[in-house]
């Protein structure tokens, strides 16, 4: 984007709007979206997975409170 600004006639414009900074790219926001929903989804499958095991016991293999 820079060397556009250099090599455009709208240069000297687009340098006085902004100020004469280096323009500086920025993360799109569907990406940010997507690393938050992948996240989300990999805490959700840990819990599902830790859950599915706990229900996975059998009987012999439960502690309880009850006498034999």
Do not use: C, D, F
């Amino acid at each position: 984007m820079n060397q556009m600004r250099n090599s455009s006639p709208l240069g000297g414009m687009m340098n006085q709007m902004t100020g004469g900074m280096e323009m500086k790219p920025a993360t799109p926001a569907a990406t940010k979206y997507a690393v938050l929903g992948a996240l989300i989804t990999g805490i959700a499958g840990a819990v599902l997975l830790v859950m599915s095991g706990k229900q996975g016991q059998t009987p012999s293999t439960v502690e309880s409170n009850e006498p034999h």
